[in-house]
C-alpha cells in the first residue's frame, strides 16, 4: 500500500533508514574532501545515503547528510512508495502528482527558527559545509538547496537549485545561469534598477520540495505548488527574519541574502555534474548574508557533485516529462522519454509512434530553440522500451543510418556550457550543436523491405510464442 510522501527530512531520513539505504557513521570525518569523498564513491557503486554524526572541527550538534535522492531507490521512499518501485512507476507517479498542484499555506513559526543568527553575528563558517572536491574554488552551500526569490514586478516567487560557493564569512558567490529563473529576475528587475535581490537558500527540506526546485516550470508558475502536488499535501512556509520571502517551515538551516545588483565576484571551479571539472573561475553573482537560521540539532546537506550525483535522477525525472509535454505540445507522435542518470542529462531517448527523417529534425529542433541542455537524442520507435537500455542501444546500433540518420542541429548563444566536449571558445560564445541519432524504421518503406526483429515476440508464431513462455513458466523461471 502507497505511504505518505515524508512531509520533512528528519521523517524522510528515517524511512531510508528503515529500507537500508542510508548509512550512519559516528566516527569523526574531516569535512574537508573525505566526507564527499565517502559520498563521491557511493554515487559511483549506486550504495547508500550516509549521515554523519561527527564532523571534524564542528560540535555533534550538527550532522551532515549525503545525496538524499540520488538512486532510485530513495526516490521511490521520497515518493511515499516501496523502494523497488520501477523507474517507470516513479515517473508514471510524478507526471500525475505535477498534474495537480496544490498551493502552500502559511505558518507563523516553523522548526527552522530554532535558532537566529542576524547580520554581523554571522559567520559562515560555523557551519560545517564541507569540501567537496580536490581543485574546487571553495567550499559550496546549497549544493542541494532549495532557493527562493521574487520577481521585482510581480508576485511570482521562484524555487531553483543553485549552488553557492563561501568567500568569506558573509559572502557568497553563485552560479544561477543566466537563463536561470533566479538569473532572469536579477538580470531583468533588479539590476536595471539597482536595488539588491533577497534571496533565501533553504537546506534540508523534504525531499519533494528539493525536487521540484530541480524542476524547470513555467515562468510565473510556482514551484511551491508544484511541491504540494508532489507531496500530496501543502507545504507549510514561514517568513523570513531579513525579507518577505517565505520558506519551508521544516527547513533545516535557511540562508537568508542579498544580492548585490552592481558587483560580481569570482567562483569556481567546481567538479560538475557532467562528471568533470570542465569551468574555469569565472565571475559570479555576489551576496552578502543577513541572517542564518536553523534547527537546534541540525542536519546540514550537500550532493557530492559529478558522475551519477542528485542531478543524474532529479533531472532524469523532471527534465523527461517536460521533454514528453514539449513535444506533444509541438504535435510530435511521442510515446516515451527517457532520460538515463549515466547520460549526466546530456542523452534522452525518445520513443514516437512513426518514425522517420521528419520527426528525428523536429524533435531536435523543439528540444533547443530555447536552452539546450540535452546535446544527444536517440529516437527509436515505439516497440522499444525507453528504459530498456540493451534494446535502446540494439536498436540504435542496428537502426541508426550511419550517415542518412543523423541530424545536427547547430546555434548560437543557447548552448550547455557545462558540455564537457565543447572547447573554450565554444563555452564562450555559448555556441554548439545537438544531435539527433534516427534509430527508426523509415515510415516510407513497404512492410515487406522492413527488417524483422529475431526475437521470441517477433519472428516466431503466436502459438510457439504461447508454448515456449508456457514451458519456461513450468521451469520456474523468470
Ligand atoms: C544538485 C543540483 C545542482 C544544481 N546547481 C545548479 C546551479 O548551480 N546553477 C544552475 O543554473 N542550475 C543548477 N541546477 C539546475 C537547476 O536547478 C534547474 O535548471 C532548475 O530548473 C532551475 O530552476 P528554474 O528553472 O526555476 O531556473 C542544479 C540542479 C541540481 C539537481
Not at 529534425?361 to 540535452?374: M, S, Y
Request: net charge negative; aromatic share 8%; proline share 8%.
Amino acid at each position: 500500500m502507497a505511504q505518505q510522501a515524508p512531509q520533512d527530512f528528519r521523517s524522510f531520513l528515517a524511512a531510508i533508514r528503515a529500507t537500508g539505504d542510508l548509512i550512519t557513521i559516528d566516527e569523526q570525518v574531516d569535512w574537508d574532501q573525505e566526507l564527499a569523498g565517502i559520498g563521491r564513491l557511493s554515487c559511483e557503486r549506486n550504495g547508500p545515503a550516509f549521515q554523519f554524526n561527527n564532523v571534524k572541527d564542528y560540535a555533534p550538534q550538527w550532522r551532515v547528510a549525503t545525496n538524499p535522492i540520488a538512486t532510485w531507490r530513495r526516490m521511490a521512499v521520497a515518493f511515499g512508495l516501496p523502494a523497488d518501485t520501477p523507474v517507470p512507476k516513479l515517473y508514471e507517479t510524478y507526471a500525475a502528482r505535477e498534474s495537480n498542484p496544490i498551493p502552500p499555506v502559511v505558518v507563523k513559526d516553523g522548526p527552522c527558527k530554532e535558532v537566529v543568527i542576524a547580520h554581523d553575528k554571522v559567520d559562515l563558517f560555523d557551519l560545517p559545509v564541507p569540501m567537496v572536491h580536490e581543485g574546487d574554488g571553495g567550499r559550496y552551500v546549497g549544493t542541494w538547496d532549495l532557493v527562493v526569490s521574487k520577481d521585482a514586478r510581480s508576485n511570482w516567487v521562484n524555487w531553483g537549485m543553485y549552488r553557492f560557493m563561501i568567500h568569506n564569512e558573509r559572502l557568497i558567490t553563485g552560479f544561477p545561469r543566466p537563463t536561470s529563473h533566479l538569473g532572469k529576475m536579477l538580470l531583468d528587475g533588479y539590476v536595471p534598477n539597482k536595488r539588491p535581490m533577497p534571496i533565501a537558500i533553504a537546506m534540508g527540506c523534504d525531499p519533494l520540495s528539493h525536487l521540484a526546485a530541480t524542476a524547470t516550470f513555467r515562468i510565473g508558475g510556482n514551484e511551491a505548488d508544484l511541491a504540494g502536488g508532489l507531496r500530496e499535501r501543502p507545504v507549510e512556509l514561514v517568513k523570513c527574519e531579513t525579507s518577505d520571502l517565505q520558506v519551508p517551515a521544516s527547513a533545516e538551516v535557511v540562508i537568508e541574502a542579498e544580492v548585490y545588483p552592481d558587483r560580481i565576484n569570482q567562483e569556481g571551479p567546481y567538479g560538475e555534474y557532467p562528471g568533470y571539472r570542465s569551468g574555469e573561475i569565472g565571475n559570479a553573482l555576489c551576496a552578502r548574508v543577513t541572517a542564518i537560521t536553523h534547527r537546534r540539532d541540525p542536519i546540514w546537506t550537500l550532493d557530492t557533485t559529478g558522475f551519477m550525483d542528485s542531478s543524474a535522477t532529479t533531472t532524469s525525472i523532471t527534465g523527461a516529462i517536460a521533454i514528453q509535454r514539449r513535444l506533444e505540445a509541438n504535435g510530435v507522435p511521442v510515446k516515451a522519454v527517457y532520460v538515463p542518470p549515466e547520460g549526466a542529462v546530456h542523452l534522452a531517448i525518445v520513443s514516437v509512434r512513426s518514425g522517420g527523417t521528419e520527426v528525428a529534425r523536429k524533435i531536435v529542433d523543439v528540444l533547443t530553440v530555447r536552452r539546450a541542455l540535452i546535446s544527444k537524442i536517440i529516437v527509436v520507435d515505439e516497440d522499444v522500451d525507453v528504459f530498456n537500455l540493451p534494446a535502446v542501444l540494439h536498436a540504435f546500433a542496428t537502426k541508426c543510418h550511419p550517415a542518412r540518420g543523423i541530424h545536427v542541429t547547430n546555434y548560437v548563444g543557447r548552448a550547455n556550457t557545462l558540455t564537457p566536449a565543447y572547447t573554450q571558445e565554444e563555452r564562450v560564445t555559448r555556441t554548439g550543436a545537438s544531435v539527433a541519432f534516427d534509430s527508426t524504421w523509415p515510415p516510407e518503406w513497404p512492410a515487406d523491405a522492413t527488417p524483422v526483429r529475431a526475437t521470441l515476440d517477433s519472428m516466431y508464431s503466436p502459438e510457439v510464442q504461447r508454448r515456449v513462455l508456457e514451458r519456461w513458466r513450468s521451469l520456474g523461471l523468470q
